[in-house]
């Protein structure tokens, strides 16, 4: 239950990542479009930190990639106004996406919404750090925002965890990077390797190192490659169960079952650009 109701919510939150009014608001305060607005929009609820920062709490991203944007982001606007145009573009792509004004201010965004809020009252910031820098941030008033903002928080929070995980795995970003990739449920391998910033070279020798450990064999995952993943799912799901066992079973499937409508029906208006991710396995 813990992994279906991370999915059901997940594009509510992460589909500001490729929504062209992510760019467009954070330009509008000085920011440069692409991977600047990213760097910046994610990690601003955090303050102005440097590129190690950054870096350490989003974990796959190469540093070289991350340094070219990190801090010059912060000298062309500020955290502040960096959090509050983001909020904008989530209003403005969720409205886009979800079918207009009267389908943001509807019953199932509003109820969604305060499920998650109740979801997110348990939760603590202890070793997590993007979860902590957003859940500084006040609550918004609209509906839609609040749905925004709570799944925003729930998706940091396991994030946080999930590099506890690998790190308690003894897998580097990096290496997180392309395992995942191997199990055909995330990026293509090109579009991984740029958006994250590695190099062919540098993708070649982490999976050699992975051969080497025997978790990868001709580019695909092992037996063993596979156990790490599903093992690193699990130890995801168990520090992430916190905000669903507060729910309790029958909200918690409220929550799949909005969560799983509303995002369809961003999926469905074409949220995410062709070919970025691969076909499921």
């Not at 954070?26 to 930190?49: D, E, H, I, N, T």
């Not at 540093?63 to 990190?70: N, Q």
């Amino acid at each position: 239950m813990v992994a279906r109701a991370h999915r059901s919510i997940e594009p509510l939150h992460n589909h500001v990542y490729f929504a062209p009014e992510t760019d467009e608001h954070l330009a509008a305060v000085g920011l440069r479009p692409g991977r600047m607005a990213y760097f910046a929009g994610r990690s601003a609820a955090m303050g102005a930190v440097g590129p190690g920062v950054v870096t350490a709490t989003f974990y796959n991203f190469s540093p070289g990639l991350v340094a070219r944007h990190i801090p010059r982001a912060w000298t062309l606007a500020g955290p502040e106004q960096v959090v509050a145009a983001r909020l904008d573009a989530a209003r403005a792509s969720l409205t886009r996406l979800l079918g207009g004004p009267e389908a943001t201010g509807s019953a199932d965004v509003a109820e969604l919404a305060e499920l998650l809020r109740e979801a997110c009252a348990v939760l603590r910031p202890e070793g997590r750090p993007l979860y902590a820098g957003h859940a500084g941030l006040p609550w918004p008033e609209e509906p839609v925002l609040r749905l925004w903002h709570g799944a925003t928080l729930l998706r940091e929070y396991r994030g946080d965890g999930h590099l506890a995980a690998l790190l308690h795995r003894g897998v580097s970003g990096l290496e997180a990077l392309i395992t995942h990739t191997s199990t055909g449920r995330g990026f293509t391998e090109a579009v991984a390797k740029k958006s994250r910033g590695w190099s062919d070279e540098e993708w070649a020798a982490a999976s050699g190192a992975l051969t080497e450990r025997g978790l990868l064999a001709d580019g695909a995952l092992t037996a063993a490659g596979s156990q790490l993943r599903d093992d690193v799912e699990a130890d995801t799901d168990a520090l992430s169960v916190s905000p669903w066992q507060h729910l309790g079973p029958e909200r918690t499937a409220r929550v799949v079952e909005l969560g799983r409508g509303l995002s369809g029906r961003v999926v469905a208006a074409g949220a995410y650009p062709a070919g970025v991710f691969a076909a499921r396995g």
